[in-house]
């Protein structure tokens, strides 16, 4: 498995985990196409990185189909019919572990069956069960622990351990366990079996449905039988905003994907002429500022926005946004962000089909808890719901929470498809703007744009300061620029540092090649054929 892979003509595929990198890569080997592709990558992910993503996860995908359409298709799963404040009455926030923190619907498997509806009208014919079945072998058989798994194991293992169900799967001995160790899940194993003869609507209105709901009750999760029985993913117009190298679209709320297109319309805006200077990082820094504080006044439940988000992708908005970005000075920022695991990854296939897809469970390992009959890892998504009844984003039950999940993907005026996305809360808006604009805007080639030093505005993964941080492979003629603005610059120990994110991109060129790319940052890599 390689981190860049070019030239391919039937198809690629990139992930954070090798495995599901193959797995797509043979999907695409067997005549597949790239929705299908990404089903059998988004189970294999689950088995071999569960610490990123699991099926009781969400999930959002973006599909630039043959004929050029853009679809979204979202499966975010909404609050619990217990889920109300009084439940909470005894915490100050929502707990972010255990049985209270698994307080919504998981959603991704839904999604993975509309994907899968899309794959068939497009003419894809690969039975369910073949598609899950190396992710089924992957959980019963087991898989090599990664040496994120195991350090962030170890980092939570006070929290983790509490939560019903975690020890028993997830730690060795009541120890986390070490990288490279064999670990199965075989619970897991028998659901996704059961779900490739039985068909993915039963994980909710079937047996593993029953089983699931009769082990959330048992743990005392808000949510209920009934509510699983109701859940429905569904398609939507994605958001987009015009560039001057072509069109950006990402995934409308409850996704933050308003924010990632803010970013780069306002620094398009701003006619930066090279890359990797002050003019590059500082522009992109600052337009993050002004989309993050669009974001937090706006984003919530799409029935609840207190206006149209398209809305603040007009040009006269945008226009004004940017020309309140001081070109030479750092803008103050007291912004409280969002912390997130999650998982992104691309196929494409020879017909045009292009997907971007992220799949997660919020925190690492969401909630901690998994479900004793079906191995079900609980994500903890609702922990960005407030207690507060007036908030934008107030705890009810039926409510979607505000997700920092957003796939991208672009359609240049080249003629090029790019998909790409990260994992990392608030850092994926910013990472998505340094690849996409090292990639696109300045013409670095894809393995460059996804190895190139990266930065991160905010607190994410639980840092003590809201500041900027950096690589430390950036010139430090440029940390000195960065400081003499008014960053309150860090430079972070890592040369490759998990706190920015793990990247990948897949691109389908006008002559019909495919070519993909993923982080040296994490496990994975792209595979083509």
Known sequence: MTLHTAGHRRGVAAAPHHAAAEAGRAVL????????AMVAMAAMIVAVYPHMTHVGGDGFWLVHEPGGKVRALMAPGAAGANARVELYREHEAIPTRGPLAALTVPGAVSGWALALEAAKALGGKMPLGLLLAPAVTAAREGYAVSRSQAELTATHLADLKKAPGFAEVFLADGKPPEAGARMTQARLAETLDHIGHAGLDDFYRGDVGREIAADLDRIGSPVTRADLEAHRAYAAAPLSTPLSVGTAYNAPPPTQGLSSLMILALFDRLRVAEAEGFDHVHGIVEATKRAFMVRDRVVTDPDRLPAPAESFLT???????????????????????AKGDTIWMGAADSSGLVVSYIQSIYWEFGSGCVLPRTGVLMQNRGASFSLDPKALRALAPGRKPFHTLNPALAVLKDRRVMAYGTMGGDGQPQTQAAVFTRYVMFRETLDRALDAPRWLLGRTWGAARDNLRLEPRFPDRLVDQLLSAGHDVELVPEPYSVTMGHAGAVVMHPDGTSEGGHDPRADGGAAGV
């Open 29 to 36: 080997a067997e005549g597949g196409n790239a929705l299908e």
């Open 315 to 337: 040009k006269t908005l945008l226009d004004a946004e940017a020309q309140k970005i001081d070109r030479r000075r750092a803008a103050p920022w007291p912004h409280q962000p």
